[in-house]
């Protein structure tokens, strides 16, 4: 209510919808395109893009993770690697890759590239740090490794996947609705933004942001719904 309040304010002094549309008017405006059908096929080509990124990312973090565990060799030979993608600035992959696989597949790429150097290192976090109680049991019964995948390691893990799952897709909608901006993506929420803002049309701005933030938040109580499934069930 204090930020609607000076945001109020704020019009109010501007006066000038321009820069600063009224929060009533912007929320008139978030209610008309949330009853537009056309919204949800942009909404739903950006959902689709970070899917296919946060899956992907997940699936090779997991591997990679799980056999850098196993394997110090492989892990110290990627290591390298992972720091020169860490290290990299956002804004360069997202140029780079719109050069190399234009506008469509680019933000899924760009996702990719962004999501899964941080799923990797909280796998590796997670496995690193391990208790000592699931190690025991692999001593003493000489499992090998699939056994011990299946019924230790996955279900370790589980809770950390959900976590990642729910991090990275709410970073990864913000990260693709960036992308398709600037990529000029044919669909997407960044093209419906990229839209407004060529018109001027800051009511539209404001209305668009205030749905990503409640996607956003939407996402988070999805997936602490399944934590919290998960953990009653474990």
């Given amino acids: 209510m204090l930020i609607i309040g000076f945001w109020y304010i704020l019009a109010n002094i501007v006066h000038n919808d321009v820069l600063i549309p009224y929060p009533f008017i912007t929320l008139k405006q978030v209610i008309l395109i949330l009853f537009d059908l056309s919204f949800y096929k942009s909404l739903f080509a950006t959902l689709l893009h970070v899917l296919y990124a946060c899956l992907f990312s997940l699936l090779i973090a997991l591997i990679l993770g799980i056999a850098g565990y196993e394997f110090k060799s492989l892990r110290y030979f990627f290591e390298p690697l992972n720091m020169i993608i860490k290290t990299i600035p956002n804004i360069s992959y997202i140029i780079i890759i719109l050069i190399w696989f234009g506008s469509t597949k680019s933000v899924s790429i760009i996702c990719f590239l962004i ?3 941080m799923i990797y290192s909280n796998i590796l976090y997670a496995l690193d740090n391990i208790s000592k109680q699931y190690k025991d ?6 499992e090998n490794f699939f056994d011990s995948l299946r019924y230790h390691l996955l279900p370790y893990l589980l809770p950390l996947v959900l976590n990642n799952l729910k991090t990275s897709f709410s970073l990864g909608f913000k990260v693709g609705v960036m992308a398709e901006i ?4 044919p669909k997407g929420i960044g093209r419906l933004l990229q839209i407004a803002k060529l018109n ?5 701005i404001f209305a668009y942001t205030i749905i990503i933030i409640i996607i956003c938040l939407l996402i988070d109580i999805i997936f602490n719904n399944l934590i919290h499934f998960y953990e009653k069930r474990r």
Avoid at 200 to 204: E, I, K, R, W, Y
């Fill in 115 to 117: 999501l899964f150097p």
């Fill in 182 to 185: 600037l990529g000029q993506a």
């Fill in 137 to 142: 049991v692999e001593l003493i019964y000489h």
């Fill in 200 to 204: 001027l049309n800051m009511t539209d």
